[in-house]
């Protein structure tokens, strides 16, 4: 009997980690910052926002601005000073997103998109639309990277947890292997978090970097599994939800 050929699962637990060898033709990078990046633009389109143009600097942002867009934009937790909004889930409501498109620019998520744009595949993840995007990885059966966003290079938690749940579900398909120790790594530190992801993520420091800007109102909700069934792909530097049509809304 001949084996299945297997896609592969790898983690770059930080951007530093990110091998641009792993990202070509055959890989889909999924970019991971629960906290908050990947969890807002989850949000934006379930509330029908109509695409979300990431830029990695504020010059960029500001230079739509000009133009006449929307920005939602932050630089360490706090919303940039000609921005509309800032970069909490709860910003992005149908009454300001419905039908638009967004111009986005965070500390550590939209870098982390920026660094993976050259991939061919670059998708959205998060708790909240856990479902829907392992469905759509395995629709389209190739291997995965996930690339957490973490904190200016550093290691974190909450992507890092998040990592272990989408390789969890992804190996209940025979389709996908683990290659790489980081995806075991990943997978063991869900498994510790996941009876009590919220007391879990009481170790995170982004959680505390929050708390003490008032920001942290998005815990709950961005630590909820499945509340939506967006897949946003980002395609020639734009992202657009692959999953949904934001016009029936
Ligand atoms: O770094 C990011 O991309 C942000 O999600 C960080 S913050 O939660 O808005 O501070």
């Not at 641009?20 to 633009?41: F, G, M, P, Q």
């Not at 990431?54 to 133009?67: L, N, Q």
Request: proline letters at 2%; aromatic letters at 10%.
């Amino acid at each position: 009997m001949t084996d299945l050929k297997k896609n592969t699962i790898e983690v770059c637990f930080s951007p530093k980690l990110f091998p641009d060898r792993l990202t070509k033709e055959n890989y889909i990078v999924v970019i991971v910052d629960i906290l908050r990046a990947t969890t807002s633009i989850c949000t934006a389109f379930k509330n029908g926002v109509k695409a979300i143009i990431p830029v990695a600097t504020i010059e960029e942002a500001y230079e739509y601005k000009k133009k006449g867009y929307i920005i939602a934009s932050e630089r360490d937790g706090k919303v940039t000073d000609f921005a509309d909004f800032g970069n909490s889930a709860f910003n992005f409501t149908v009454e300001r997103v419905k039908g638009k498109t967004i111009i986005y620019s965070t500390t550590n998520g939209t870098q982390a998109i920026e660094m993976a744009k050259s991939a061919k595949n670059v998708v959205i993840g998060s708790f909240i639309n856990l479902k829907s995007l392992t469905e759509w990885l395995v629709k389209h059966n190739k291997n995965v990277v996930i690339l957490c966003a973490g904190w200016k290079n550093k290691f974190n938690l909450e992507d890092s947890i998040f990592a272990g749940v989408l390789v969890e579900n992804l190996l209940k398909y025979p389709i996908f292997k683990i290659n790489c120790d980081s995806a075991s790594a990943a997978l063991d530190l869900w498994k510790l978090a996941k009876t009590d992801l919220l007391g879990f993520i009481e170790k995170a420091a982004h959680r505390h970097r929050l708390k003490k800007l008032g920001l942290d109102d998005v815990l709950e909700y961005s630590f909820t599994l499945n509340t939506s069934d967006v897949v946003p792909v980002l395609d020639d530097k734009i992202i657009k939800d692959v999953n949904n049509n934001s016009e029936n809304l």
